[in-house]
């Protein structure tokens, strides 16, 4: 049996609530934000076991799994921690939600306790907590690259890294070597892309830069269905085309792709001047 929900649906199962986007077949729950290249969900809700975290799992996703056999729950991110993932846990509660302020909508207000040390930190530097930090002390986000196991019979949690980025000195690459990795590279995200948007149209920001004239090349290699969008002021200084523009336009011709043209003006004299300065 199968189930699937709306969005706005709450469901409860042995003490377990969720909603969002889920499924649920053989009383096994799944829940995946993003996208997955080489599994679908069916396979994955059957392959989530102790060794998730050995699963190489090819995509930018939050994946969620629950089986009501061994009422365990697996949560799952990918390399790159594409998409957040907050976690509230005190005593027998646990809460995870990719929205960090609908778990401060379920919480008391004597369970929400800010985090001055993080406070000063953002503000300082505007920067991401690598450690998983939040605004609240008691919430923390999930690292890249981590598995989590839930079980609710005993009530125990367990993070797991399953990657992490190494800096290998003993290694050299001759530049040859790097820019051939670099290709390739390329080419496999673009055919990841191609593989999950199909015939799909798919828009880049064609700004006429270095990146705006790689896109196409790998765009058409890969059979896919691409225009190119810039925002600009035309004619900053009134007379002559932007650098921008005449580049951006120069992109389209070549590659033989749309291109959608957004002029816009700014009012303030320093951010014209700024944008003067980079046409």
């Given at each position: 049996?199968?189930?699937?929900?709306?969005?706005?649906?709450?469901?409860?199962?042995?003490?377990?609530?969720?909603?969002?986007?889920?499924?649920?077949?053989?009383?096994?729950?799944?829940?995946?934000?993003?996208d997955?290249?080489?599994?679908?969900?069916?396979?994955?809700?059957?392959?989530?076991?102790?060794?998730?975290?050995?699963?190489?799992?090819?995509?930018?996703?939050?994946?969620?799994?629950?089986?009501?056999?061994?009422?365990?729950?697996?949560?799952?991110?990918?390399?790159?921690?594409t998409?957040?993932?907050?976690?509230?846990k005190?005593?027998?509660?646990?809460?995870?939600?990719?929205?960090?302020?609908?778990?401060?909508?379920?919480?008391?207000d004597?369970e929400?306790?800010?985090?001055?040390?993080?406070?000063?930190?953002?503000?300082?530097?505007?920067?991401?907590?690598?450690?998983?930090?939040?605004?609240?002390?008691?919430?923390?986000?999930?690292?890249?690259?981590?598995?989590?196991?839930?079980?609710?019979?005993?009530?125990?949690?367990?993070?797991?890294?399953?990657?992490?980025?190494?800096?290998?000195?003993?290694?050299?690459?001759?530049?040859?070597?790097?820019?051939?990795?670099?290709?390739?590279?390329?080419?496999?995200?673009?055919?990841?892309?191609?593989?999950?948007?199909?015939?799909?149209?798919?828009?880049?920001?064609?700004?006429?830069?270095?990146?705006?004239?790689?896109?196409?090349?790998?765009?058409?290699?890969?059979n896919?269905?691409?225009?190119?969008?810039?925002?600009?002021?035309?004619?900053?200084n009134?007379?002559?085309?932007?650098?921008?523009?005449?580049?951006?336009?120069?992109?389209?011709?070549?590659?033989?792709?749309?291109?959608?043209?957004?002029?816009?003006?700014?009012?303030?004299?320093?951010?014209?001047?700024?944008?003067?300065?980079?046409?």
């Amino acid at each position: 049996r199968k189930e699937s929900s709306a969005a706005s649906d709450v469901y409860k199962r042995q003490g377990m609530y969720f909603d969002g986007l889920f499924s649920i077949e053989n009383e096994r729950l799944s829940i995946l934000e993003g996208d997955i290249i080489n599994y679908n969900e069916d396979e994955l809700i059957n392959l989530a076991t102790i060794d998730f975290d050995a699963l190489n799992i090819i995509g930018s996703y939050n994946f969620v799994s629950y089986n009501k056999e061994s009422q365990d729950v697996f949560i799952k991110n990918d390399k790159f921690g594409t998409y957040a993932l907050f976690i509230y846990k005190k005593d027998n509660t646990v809460v995870i939600s990719n929205n960090v302020w609908k778990i401060i909508k379920i919480l008391k207000d004597d369970e929400i306790i800010i985090s001055k040390k993080y406070f000063k930190f953002y503000i300082g530097s505007w920067g991401v907590d690598l450690n998983g930090g939040t605004l609240f002390k008691n919430i923390t986000e999930l690292n890249p690259g981590y598995v989590i196991n839930i079980n609710l019979k005993s009530k125990e949690l367990n993070t797991k890294e399953y990657f992490s980025l190494e800096h290998n000195k003993t290694t050299t690459m001759s530049i040859t070597d790097c820019v051939n990795q670099f290709d390739n590279d390329l080419d496999l995200t673009f055919s990841r892309i191609k593989k999950i948007q199909g015939d799909k149209k798919v828009g880049f920001g064609n700004s006429g830069g270095l990146d705006s004239r790689l896109v196409p090349i790998y765009a058409s290699q890969n059979n896919l269905n691409y225009s190119g969008l810039t925002i600009l002021n035309k004619r900053p200084n009134k007379i002559f085309e932007s650098i921008t523009y005449r580049n951006s336009k120069k992109i389209s011709a070549i590659y033989n792709f749309h291109n959608t043209y957004i002029n816009y003006k700014f009012d303030n004299t320093n951010d014209r001047m700024l944008l003067d300065i980079r046409n």
